[in-house]
Each structure stands twice: as structure tokens, then as C-alpha cells.
Nanobody, 123 residues
Framework: QVQLVESGGGLVQAGDSLRLTCAASGFTFSRYHMGWFRQAPGKGREFVAAITADSSVIDYPDSVRGRFHVYRDNSKNTAYLQMNSLKPEDTAVYSC????????????????WGQGTQVTVSS
């Protein structure tokens, strides 16, 4: 019954922007922290962004800080990842995830995962 459904991926050129959407259902969205992760072929899952349930804490790795922005609308049970100034190295499948635990940069902390959406950035 729990669902996280990502949308908004696509094929874009370097320098372009995309906004990913994560629609949540089947759980109390406002009580969960949300994270975004990505995985490129042959590579492990990489932390991209996280936001706490009340938006009081937001975190990014150095690879995306200043380019990516995570936000959420608890009234709509939706989380977003705004991606600007995209680079070819951003190419990956992007997934959203939900947790009530700490350690938001660790994939193992998350209870629920979406199916992922492909982002491809050409040079």
C-alpha cells in the first residue's frame, strides 16, 4: 500500500534543468524524512539530498550542493528535487525514499523506496 512514485526525468543537455517529483501515499508523509539517491550503471547508490519531516534540516553532498535543491509540500504528500546546471556525471536513475530514522545520507536508513526515474545528461 505504501507508494513512492517519481516523475520528471528525461534526456537533457549539459547546463539544463529538471525538476523531479516524488508522490507519496500509504503512510503519514509529514512524519517522515525524505531522501533522494541516484545510481549510475556499474556504480553504487549515491546520496543526493535529504530533507527532514518539517523541513528544518536539509543536506546535500558536495557534488550537487548549490545546483540541486530539495523541498517538500506536506499538504500534497509530495517531495521535489530541483536540479540545475546539470552535468553529464549527473546521469543516473534517481530514486526518492522515506525514513523516520537518522543518518539521512545512508541508503540503509530508509524504509520505503520509489521505482526510480532516469535522468540522462548529454555533453
Amino acid at each position: 500500500q505504501v507508494q513512492l512514485v517519481e516523475s520528471g526525468g528525461g534526456l537533457v543537455q549539459a547546463g539544463d534543468s529538471l525538476r523531479l517529483t516524488c508522490a507519496a501515499s500509504g503512510f503519514t508523509f509529514s512524519r517522515y524524512h525524505m531522501g533522494w539517491f541516484r545510481q549510475a550503471p556499474g556504480k553504487g547508490r549515491e546520496f543526493v539530498a535529504a530533507i527532514t519531516a518539517d523541513s528544518s534540516v536539509i543536506d546535500y553532498p558536495d557534488s550537487v550542493r548549490g545546483r540541486f535543491h530539495v523541498y517538500r509540500d506536506n499538504s500534497k504528500n509530495t517531495a521535489y528535487l530541483q536540479m540545475n546546471s546539470l552535468k553529464p556525471e549527473d546521469t543516473a536513475v534517481y530514486s526518492c525514499a522515506a525514513t523516520q530514522r537518522a543518518f539521512l545520507s545512508r541508503a540503509a536508513a530508509y524504509d520505503y523506496w520509489g521505482q526510480g526515474t532516469q535522468v540522462t545528461v548529454s555533453s
